[in-house]
C-alpha cells in the first residue's frame, strides 16, 4: 500500500507535495486525468501512479482502497471536490485538499457527520489557503476571546501565482466578493471594499476577496464578522471591478474557456527561485464590542512551497493517527500555534 494519493499530482503544487513527500521518505501514489504526463512524473520520482478521471467512480475506489488517505490537489474544486469527497465517504478513507474555494469549504463542513461516523477526517484548505490565515485567526481569537470581528490581510511579495490558481480565479469569478456578517455568509460586488493595510512596511492598499478564511475562521473561532483583503496589483484590481459591468460576457462558459486556455499560455507557477525567496505577509485585527483591540502579523515563506509543507505534514499527522474525525480547519485539528513549526515563519503580536 502506497502512502497516500495524490490526485492531480503532475500540476504545480502537486509536483511540489510530490517531491517534497519523496525528500521525507514517502511514497506517494499518483494520480491525475492525463496518463501522459503522469507516466513521466512516476519515471521521474520512481513512483507509482495510476490514470483515471474522478467520473470514472470505479477507478476512483479502486485508487482509493490502495490508500488511507488523499491529498486532492486538481481544480477548480467547484467541480472536482465532490466526487472525489464521496468517494472518500464510501471508502472510508481521509480526505485533504489545498482549495480555497468557500463552497466547497461550506459544503465538506456540511458533511462532518457523515466523516465522522466514518472515523475519517476531511479537512479542505490544507495549503497557504488556509493554514497560515487560519492559525492567526485562532491565535487572535485566543489573545481576545470577546472578539466579534476579525479582519486578515495577505500579501505576497517576490511570489506569483500558477496556472491552476488562476483557472480557479476565472471558474469562480462569477461569485465576486464575499464576507461574513453576523454569522452568515454575505455576497458583495468584486473589490467591493478598498482599504489601506501596513504589514510592517508601510501602508498599501488591499481589497477585499472572497478567501477561504471567510468560510473557515468563522468555524474556527466563532467570530461571526469577517473580512479579508489581498494587496493585488493595481490592473487586476481594475478586471476586479470592471466584472461587475461586463460580467454579462465574462461569465459565459465560452468566454471562460477561452481565459483558461491564454492561461495556459503563462508559465506554470513561480519559478523555483521564487519559491526559495519568496514570503508571504498576513495581518488580522481583532475587534470586540467594546472596542478592545488584538493586531498580530505572520511572515511565511512563499505561499506554493508552503503549501507543500504544511499539507504534507498534515498528511504525515493524519496517517500518524493525529486526527479530528469530522471537518475539521487546520487550527481546530492542531492548534493555532501549528503554523509556527515551519521554517520562516515568524508570528509577531502588537
Known amino acids: 500500500m502506497a502512502d497516500f494519493l495524490i490526485y492531480g499530482s503532475y500540476g504545480y503544487t502537486g509536483s511540489l507535495l510530490a517531491e517534497q513527500a519523496v525528500k521525507a521518505g514517502l511514497q506517494p501514489l499518483l494520480a491525475g486525468r492525463d496518463a501522459e504526463k503522469l507516466a513521466a512524473q512516476a519515471l521521474t520520482l520512481s513512483l507509482p501512479a495510476v490514470p483515471f478521471d474522478l467520473s470514472n467512480t470505479e477507478a476512483l475506489e479502486a485508487a482509493l482502497r490502495r490508500v488511507p488517505l488523499v491529498v486532492h490537489c486538481a481544480g477548480p474544486f467547484v467541480h472536482t471536490y465532490r466526487p472525489m469527497v464521496e468517494a472518500c465517504l464510501r471508502t472510508g478513507r481521509h480526505y485533504l485538499d489545498i482549495s480555497g474555494e468557500i463552497p466547497a469549504f461550506e459544503a465538506l463542513a456540511g458533511m462532518s457527520g457523515q466523516a465522522a461516523a466514518k472515523n475519517i477526517t476531511l479537512m479542505p484548505g490544507a495549503g497557504f489557503d488556509v493554514v497560515p490565515s487560519d492559525c492567526l485567526a485562532a491565535h487572535l481569537k485566543r489573545r481576545l476571546p470577546s472578539a466579534t470581528s476579525l479582519r486578515l490581510y495577505i500579501r505576497s511579495v517576490r511570489g506569483g501565482v500558477s496556472r491552476g490558481t488562476a483557472r480557479s480565479a476565472v471558474e469562480n469569478m462569477q461569485r465576486g ?3 461574513r456578517r453576523d454569522g452568515s455568509l454575505v455576497r458583495v460586488p468584486a473589490a467591493a471594499k ?56 465574462l461569465y459565459t462558459r465560452p468566454v471562460k474557456e477561452i481565459l483558461k486556455a491564454a492561461i495556459g499560455l503563462l508559465p506554470p507557477g513561480p519559478s523555483r527561485e521564487q519559491n526559495r525567496t519568496g514570503f508571504s ?42 486526527f479530528k474525525p469530522g471537518f475539521a480547519t487546520p487550527s481546530m485539528a492542531y492548534g493555532p500555534d501549528f503554523i509556527l513549526g515551519f521554517d520562516g515563519v515568524e508570528r509577531n503580536d502588537e
Open 177 to 179: 466578493g464575499m464576507l
Open 281 to 322: 505577509l498576513i495581518l488580522g485585527e481583532a475587534t470586540d464590542p467594546d472596542g478592545n483591540r488584538a493586531v498580530s502579523r505572520l511572515k511565511t515563506p512563499e505561499s506554493y512551497h508552503l503549501t507543500a509543507l504544511t499539507s504534507l505534514a498534515i498528511a504525515r499527522r493524519v496517517l500518524a493517527g493525529d
Open 194 to 249: 478598498t482599504v489601506e493595510a501596513d504589514f510592517g512596511r508601510g501602508p498599501v492598499k488591499a481589497v477585499l476577496v472572497g478567501w477561504g478564511d471567510v468560510s473557515t475562521a468563522y468555524h474556527s473561532t466563532g467570530i461571526p464578522n469577517v473580512e479579508v483583503y489581498m494587496a493585488l496589483p493595481p490592473a487586476l484590481v481594475g478586471f476586479m471591478k470592471a466584472t461587475r459591468w461586463l460580467g454579462w460576457l
